[in-house]
């Protein structure tokens, strides 16, 4: 088993290359900074001034690091917003209302994230519910504890050494980048050199023949929850850190952009399909798009608008330039009812 783990063909959909759908990505994205660097004005000043800039989007690249592998396997987590939020508020509440110091409240935040991932990788597993409608309704009720929690005065006000995380740098380059760089590294380690990663890609790919290889296909989904929560809680307290204070709905920006940026990364959305190197490329394209929109004195309301057209514009592409029918077959594995055969029966 773990030799055909090892050399299975469809864990290497997984692994980072520079060609095809990426190479296009790289592409654009050196066009853009272009393009915006010679047509609006302030948007560059210089290296730092453009690795500075990255302050502003990083915390969607974190949450999109952590809907990777959610999406590898076929599944989707809208609740990563809701998670964000409610994690940067209970950091805060300790600190503020429990006298908690930061160095404990953020890993308490953190493992809070990991657990609201774990509930949500746990009703699906459990009640064989679409992840889409479990995380739906879970990030309802987070958003209603999480307005509970932060009352009607939110903590604010932290601490210098803490806000640096969020608009700190290290010899010109953000903390957050540095942080962003090395979870990026450590995903695509995880999913291309692991054999959890190759099972996330062969639970995406194929979860009847996964299960029927020996791979416990439940608690491979469950542990990808847990990493989205914990990744969309590590988003919440650096946004916390970046304004120096927390809201109940701090975290509703993250899910359209952070999903966006998965998706055009080339990252199947029925899963099985899609390499770390694709997001880290599209948080960057997307990430400088944004801030060059905003720079050059469009709306919020207008890049929404944007970002939501690259999702479709995104998920068409991909689908046209796949092999002929491979997405028709798709639609029909991801929505057939399962077999009961035996397992003797399924591989005939």
Not at 49 to 56: C, D, F, R
Not at 205 to 214: F, Q
């Amino acid at each position: 088993m773990t030799r055909a783990l090892r050399e299975s063909p469809t864990a290497a959909r997984s692994r980072p290359r520079v060609g095809g759908w990426e190479l296009a990505l790289g592409v654009l994205l050196l066009v853009q900074l272009l393009v915006f660097s010679l047509v609006v004005s302030g948007f560059f000043e210089g290296v730092s001034g453009l690795l500075n800039v990255t302050t502003n989007f990083l915390p969607f690249g974190l949450v999109a690091l952590g809907l990777v592998p959610v999406i590898l396997t076929g599944g989707i987590d809208l609740s990563v917003g809701a998670t964000a939020g409610f994690s940067a508020v209970l950091m805060a509440v300790l600190w503020k209302h429990f006298g908690l110091s930061l160095g404990v409240a953020v890993p308490l935040a953190l493992l809070a994230g990991g657990l609201l991932g774990g509930l949500n990788g746990l009703l699906i597993t459990r009640t064989r519910t679409e992840p889409l409608i479990i995380t739906l309704a879970t990030s309802f009720v987070f958003n209603s504890i999480t307005t509970a929690m932060a009352g009607a005065e939110p903590p604010s006000g932290f601490p210098d050494r803490f806000n640096a995380l969020g608009t700190g740098a290290l010899g010109g380059v953000p903390y957050q980048l540095i942080l962003f760089a090395v979870l990026a590294v450590v995903f695509s380690l995880l999913i291309t050199r692991t054999r959890f990663g190759r099972s996330v890609v062969m639970v995406g790919y194929n979860r009847d023949a996964t299960r029927y290889s020996g791979i416990n296909v439940n608690a491979t989904v469950a542990w990808v929850y847990v990493i989205s929560g914990v990744m969309a809680a590590l988003a919440g307290v650096v946004l916390a850190a970046y304004y120096s204070a927390v809201r109940s709905d701090m975290g509703d920006i993250l899910l359209l952009t952070a999903l966006t940026m998965v998706v055009l990364g080339g990252i199947n959305i029925f899963g099985g399909e899609g390499s770390v190197l694709g997001a880290v490329l599209a948080v960057l394209l997307l990430g400088f798009l944004r801030q060059g929109l905003l720079i050059a004195g469009f709306s919020d309301m207008v890049t929404t608008m944007v970002t939501g057209a690259i999702l479709l514009v995104a998920i068409t592409a991909k689908n046209l330039l796949s092999t002929p029918g491979a997405f028709t077959r798709r639609l029909q594995e991801r929505f057939a009812r399962p077999s009961t055969a035996p397992p003797e029966q399924v591989t005939k």
